[in-house]
């Protein structure tokens, strides 16, 4: 027969393993999601295959030239210096507006610069892996080879053109003709340089509900099934020589270096480089019709192989017409618009798109019955930033650290919000047009603070 005190020490008994199963649990389970919470995942495994994870690694000291910052290529190749400071990859980390971008808490800071300051030496810390993955949450040390001044450099010259070498582990430019002897080394690699673009310019990639990178150039490209390349265009041919001509060197077939893009600079002093360095629209307007009460507006993407507007989804054209009286007064005004739309909340999705694809044509058809109208004036302005965007940035200004959250406080007067890029006066009687030369629109462009 069993006491009611043996009984009474049993029950405690397992009550205690209970207790002591309970908390080891506890502790196993904790520690399981420590472990879990804070392990090292290579940027590899969570991105597999892409090259915009990983800046370019650590660059040495480039023989006869020293750091491979862009300042000390200029020494020698001074002209495709100069074009390249005016350039808008030189101004890929100072963008006013990528500023603001980046300094979002919802940025994952190290993933944008990957591509506004690419290589390695450019930043402060390295990446060794994400804590269990996440992106937010990167694992960051001390870069010994971080240099200040290739930092502010933005899309620096190294970006495409030095490499170190795998087994001597030293620095080497890729060039793209050969035929030369400088006292650098150097290998030709032209395959390499124009399919570099693509590596930042072609990529859809959604890193949550909000975050989407969406640049589908490269494809938009590779459709047309085009012999060109992006230096097609972006980098136009220029017979020169290579290096300044102190050094003496052949005549040759080069490329400017100014990566003109959409004709909206990234400030307002840069406007009087972008015809020199290569700028035309992409579109042009092909054809005004007025007939039986209605205007017929067609434009055409003749100037580039991929669509119009490319890029940052968030990029349009704004097409007005205004209908003038013979006093010259405006009576009639319309607007439509050429791009992409987007819902960014409560996820990200493209809702439209009404871009112009190479070759092909935008119709804008309008009724007009008002027999005032002595002539129509037609309007392509190229949209980077809208004004209640640029609003908000400033709003959200105390994000920024000097000297970024002054300039972002400034913006209107400081960033180019758009551009014109075509205009043409139609005389209904005469059926005559004008249309404005590019380099006035480009001097009136600067004026254009705010819009």
């Known amino acids: 027969m069993v006491s009611r005190s043996e009984t009474s020490f049993g029950n405690w008994k397992l009550k205690r393993n209970i207790y002591i199963l309970f908390f080891l649990f506890l502790i196993l389970s904790s520690s399981f999601f420590i472990y879990l919470n804070q392990r090292l995942v290579p940027i ?17 000291d480039l023989k006869a030239v020293g750091p491979p910052t862009a300042k000390n290529c200029g020494n020698c190749h001074t002209e495709i210096y100069e074009e390249w400071k005016r350039s808008t990859h030189a101004n890929a980390l100072s963008d006013i507006q990528f500023q603001s971008e980046l300094a979002k808490p919802s940025s994952p800071k190290w993933i944008c610069l990957n591509c506004h300051i690419p290589v390695q030496n450019q930043r402060e810390t ?89 640049f589908q150039t490269g494809t938009e490209l590779l459709a047309t099934k085009s012999n060109e390349s992006c230096s097609s265009c972006h980098q136009p041919e220029v017979r020169r020589s290579f290096v300044k001509s102190s050094l003496k060197k052949p005549i040759r077939t080069s490329h400017k270096h100014g990566f003109i893009g959409g004709g909206v600079p990234k400030t307002f002093e840069l406007y009087s480089d972008q015809i020199r360095l290569g700028y035309k629209p992409g579109m042009i307007l092909s054809n005004i019709k007025v007939e039986n009460n209605s205007v017929e507006l067609k434009l055409t993407n003749t100037n580039a192989d991929h669509h119009v507007t490319t890029g940052d989804p968030e990029r349009f054209y704004r097409l007005t017409l205004i209908g003038l009286n013979k006093d010259g007064k405006t009576i009639f005004k319309q607007e439509t618009t050429i791009g992409q739309e987007w819902s960014w909340s409560p996820t990200a999705k493209k809702v439209s798109d009404s871009r112009i694809q190479s070759g092909k044509d935008f119709i804008w058809k ?63 009687k005469t059926k005559f047009r004008k249309d404005t030369p590019l380099e006035e629109l480009f001097r009136r462009n600067v004026q254009r603070k705010g819009e």
Not at 394 to 408: A, Q, R, T, W
């Open 44 to 60: 590899e495994q969570v991105f597999p295959g892409k090259v915009w994870a990983k800046p370019i690694e650590n660059l040495t």
């Open 366 to 428: 309008l009724k007009q019955t008002d027999t005032e109208i002595e002539s129509y004036l037609f309007q392509a302005v190229h949209v980077r930033l809208k004004d209640k965007t640029s609003d908000y940035m400033i709003l959200s200004s105390g994000y920024l650290s000097s000297p970024y959250k002054e300039k972002v406080e400034k913006m209107k007067d400081l960033y180019p919000h758009s551009s014109i890029i075509i205009e043409s006066i139609y005389h209904l």
């Open 126 to 214: 390295i990446i060794t892996g994400l804590k269990n993955g996440d992106y937010f949450r990167p694992i960051e040390i001390a870069n010994p080879s971080f240099n200040p001044e290739m930092k502010e450099e933005g899309v620096t010259c190294a970006t495409c053109h030095v490499r170190v070498d795998s087994e001597t582990k030293e620095s080497y430019v890729i060039g793209g003709t050969g035929g030369t002897s400088p006292p650098h080394p150097i290998k030709i690699d032209r395959k390499q340089l124009l399919s570099r673009c693509y590596d930042c310019h072609n990529e859809t990639y959604t890193l949550n509900e909000s975050l989407v990178c969406s």
